[in-house]
């Protein structure tokens, strides 16, 4: 893959002995304040052929050779977080081909979103066949490698995520430079090729990418297999973007005795009041409700929150973030604020939410907080990243690179059981609850999706064919499991 090799050549190395400074401070760093490393582990060993990089970066090991940009990241992947990222002066601006990519589960790509008109050359849906003259299926396999997160398939979703928007070092650890020859093919067309510019990122299209990733795949009504589907999408949880939010919000700022964070939750009752309605008027027409969430960006997880509660009669259970402590062995457990519910739908039917490999962040929340509440959760495994950083942190910085390293800054458990109190807890004894029956989910003891995903109770691998009919042979898929298991009727 010689495009690959010559892109990765191009990253500026540092001093070889100023990097050995680095990796030194970066290890002291993650030990005294990554949420976890042990956890890390307990996944590692959970999911051995998932696991890419080594523990050398957090442990007693040699330290790791880190003399470029790539050697940083093979150092970092070994963390299996998806929250990993690279910023400062080296890592450069955040760029776009104004395209989002979304990818199956047998390596195949499509153009999802076109969003802006950068892209004028691509159609939403086509079919990429190959990257700069490398076959999809190759290239995703390639760069997952270099991608973080922790396991490959959704590594592969993020890698064709941050294709369409990323910074400079990021597509550099793709091997792509600043133009990107595509073989695309539309329906019932012969192949092309196209090539794209990246140009930087604007207010103006990350406004465009809200929009984007909240318009709808799915019909808003069909029937499969005899079972009137009703639909409802949600994309992001990104209230900045939403004229709705803004005017409500800013309204209630100026209302006596308000706070920043009233007017907020204001703004997201707004949101949850719009939601619930567009819900009930299309529920009163099906027999079951599909919540399609793949693709989900995240974004603020207290709205992810209101608007779970607003679906179901059981409250989400209690979430704590855990941070560390500063002790050995010991971390630190911050219950997640829960706000009074707004409102909820009038209209209760079976619930389906639709996840996938590319399923993540708050996303993943809303996806662990519904299947709790009684949803049931189909389609794939979501990326894992179950923790979170402070919205616009720069991160830690190593100064003689250039680089800021971002990670997560706290781990998201789900207690439905009470068992999880506030306060300092037994790290080990705490994993030892979280990492049984490798990390699935329960209702009867406290669980986490960090690194491991939420697992779907009826697993739905995405082919070609669903990327291209926005996934009602999927659905179609899932109704039918369910009836075979006698949870709906036929």
Known sequence: MKSFAA??????????????????????????????????????????????????????????????????????VGLQDQHVGLGGSAAGQTETLGVLFRTSSDGQMIAWRVFDSIAAAIKPGDTILAIDKVATKDWLEQVQKV??????????????LHFGMATRVVHQMQGIGETVMLTVQS??????????????MSEQRAAAVSEAVNRRDLPVLFSASGVRVGTMRLGAFAPQYDPLYNKVAELAEKEPGATEDSAMLDGFCAIVGRFVNEYDVIATQADVMVLDLRGNMGGFGREARLLSAAMTRIAPPPTFDVFASGKAGVVKLVAQPEDEVCMHVSQQKPLI???????????????????????????????????GYEFGSSGFKLEKSGFNVRTSGNFTFFDQSGQLKGGEADEQALLNTVASDAFAPSHLRPFAIQSAGMAPDIASASTLGDLHDGGVAQVARVIAALQRQAVLKN
């Open 353 to 387: 939410v639709l996840t996938d490999a590319g399923t993540r962040s708050s996303g993943e929340l809303m996806s662990a907080w519904m299947w709790a509440s009684g949803a049931i959760i189909a389609g794939e495994r979501t990326i894992g990243a179950g923790g």
């Open 187 to 200: 329906k019932g067309e012969k192949a092309r090729t196209v090539s794209l510019r990246y140009e930087p």
């Open 7 to 76: 892109a990765l050549a191009l990253l500026v190395p540092f001093i070889a002995s100023a990097a050995d400074d680095e990796a030194a401070t970066l290890r002291a760093h993650l030990q005294a304040n990554y949420p976890s490393l042990a956890y890390v582990e307990r996944y590692r060993a959970a999911y051995p052929a998932e696991v890419q990089g080594s523990d050398a970066l957090w442990t007693t090991a040699a330290l790791p050779t880190v003399v470029n940009a790539s050697q940083l990241v093979m150092s970092l």
């Open 147 to 160: 991608t973080f997160g922790g396991n490959r398939r959704s590594r592969s979703a993020e890698a064709a």
